[in-house]
């Protein structure tokens, strides 16, 4: 499952000088603030600032670097309601229309109606699986450049640098595609076979570092930067710019106070926003930065934090979160068929390749997921089979290749079976038995004889001594185990809001997650409701597939263009003055 001239730009599209030092880290390339010392004068303004450099962002920064969606009159969209729609101003770009009015009615397979009606404009019908041609047509205006810095931790396309290479995308290949570039033409148009168009994250990655310097937005970019923290600050009468006494993370909307300065929220005129961090260099040096922004866009994906289980022995070192880890174990060797089998918890996708891994590598498998195999969540439920014969095949495992009771306890509940664990793992580990009941028949019980499955189990402890112990309905079982891959899902980490974001959760109680409390936002502009000029995007608001989450880039996009030039601000330089461009270092923003 799962981007120059001069030498000014590296592969990744790091701003470089001739020397090889990073730009973020000269005065000259974009303000900077030194985090122990308060400077003579405040650093300029950047209109906009996005965290993250992931297809979130790409996409954000292409809408955003003068490109302009249109109805393209060639063609017909499918939706004769929204085809209407189109035609009454067919001489507007879309980022100029009412998205509102554009989404109403159309249904789709995101929550944010923006998000449905991009991806009908990209690729109609496409639940249908007709493979019709956009309806739109890109311009670029450079007079219509809004100057942005994305910021991220690697290269251009975010986490999908480090999925593992030998996997396949859930989406088909053509929908993790950004707008103005087809994918089919920088993959040599390979498909695999004539029901699938999958791709794998190499090809993915690449992708995405392609579209960003053939679409010319590397100046945009500043790479192998860690954003530690966002603060909201206030602009005084005069045009100055003082702390306030409020950080991110009080959600007060309403007008605040600092060094005696009022400070009034108007949607992007009066608060300004402080993004500190720094960007590790050569020799893993850590160049710190300050800068100020207009507005702030959150685009960090949703893979910064696993999930944890919360037992005793989770931070044992044979206990991971990532399926990377496995293929290291594998790699080196320390796995084999001749090891003792791994647990791997979890009834999702990730857990899945990680089975796919081990099972290719013969290493042997206890498979532990707390829901029954006849749950209609579960994701294999929804995959054609067609499409993902590797997942239908862990299915079946699942549902065939399950644990006979071997070793049973009389524990009633999970209270007793913590106080009892280590008494339990220090009696014999059976070897897990398969249940020949459920086997009867099942022509694809041979798939892989070392695996064993666990519905309706979870773990209870995980050992020193390499044992772990697992509760199913009324009984206790206990096993030697090689390691322990924990693969529950993944949180964002917002560690660099106060309070890690918290309030800007549809319910302020909980903790932001992607699938259970996403971030609050206007719908058709993907603002914060909680916090004007802060906007969130992709996982963060549920669009947890590419297809779908280039819609928060269209709404954002739309917003700001909308709002700048309803102000007369909108700044047509035509280029980023933050970052060199080739030989030229611009000071314009010192």
Known sequence: MFDGTGGCVDVGGTARTKAGVPALAQVAAMPLLEETTLPQEHPPTVPVVIIGNGPSGICLSYLLSGYKPYLDTATVH????????LQETKHLPI???????????????SGNPVAVLFDTLLHPNADYGYEFPPVLQWRRDKQQH?????????????????????????????????????????????????????????????YYRNYVQLKGLQKNFVD??????????????????????????????????????????????????????????QNDTHVPFCLFAENVVLATGASDSPIRLGVEGEDLPFVFHSISDLGLAVGRRKLDMNSDPILIVGAGLSAADAVLCACNSNIRVLHVFRKSVDDPDLIFKQLPKTLYPEYHNVYNMMCSQTYTNVATSSAPNRPQAVSIASSVCAKMCPKPQLATGNMAGNASV?????????????????????????????????????????????NPNLFFLKGQ???????????????????????????????????AMGPL???????FLK?????????????????????????????PDGEESSTRWL
Not at 227 to 246: I, N
């Open 146 to 206: 809004l100057p942005h810095l994305v910021l991220g931790r690697a290269t251009p396309g975010g986490a999908w640098h480090a999925m593992e290479g030998s996997m396949l995308t859930i989406s088909l290949g053509i929908w993790m595609e950004l707008p103005g570039v087809n994918y089919r033409d920088l993959t040599d148009g390979k498909r695999r076979d004539v029901t699938s168009d999958r791709a794998t994250p190499e090809e993915i990655s690449s």
């Open 446 to 490: 041979g798939l892989f004889p070392d695996y064993t499955s666990f519905p309706e189990h979870c773990v209870v402890s995980l050992q020193s001594d390499m044992k772990c112990l697992l509760q199913g309905i009324n009984s206790l079982k206990a096993f030697k185990i090689s390691m322990v891959l924990v693969l529950i899902g993944t």
């Open 78 to 85: 499918p939706n004769p309601i929204l085809y209407r729609k």
């Open 95 to 109: 980022t100029e229309q009412d998205l509102e009015y554009l989404s109403e009615g159309l249904e789709g397979r």
């Open 501 to 535: 974001g918290q309030y800007l959760g549809q319910d302020p109680t909980k903790p932001i997650s992607c699938k259970q409390n996403t971030i609050d936002i206007h719908p058709y502009t993907f603002e914060c409701t909680k916090e004007p000029g802060l906007f």
């Open 541 to 547: 608001v549920g669009d947890n597939f590419v297809r």
């Open 224 to 281: 192998n930067t860690y954003v530690t923290s966002v603060q909201k600050l206030c602009r005084g009468h005069d045009g100055q710019t003082d702390e306030g006494d409020v950080q991110v993370g009080d959600g007060r909307n309403e007008g605040f106070v600092g060094s005696g300065v009022e400070c009034v929220d108007d949607g992007g005129g009066g608060v300004l926003w402080e993004v500190r961090g720094y960007q590790q260099v």
């Open 551 to 579: 819609g928060g880039a269209l709404g954002i996009a739309s917003c700001l263009l909308k709002r700048l030039k309803k102000k007369g601000e909108l700044i047509s330089s035509g280029g980023n003055n933050f970052i």
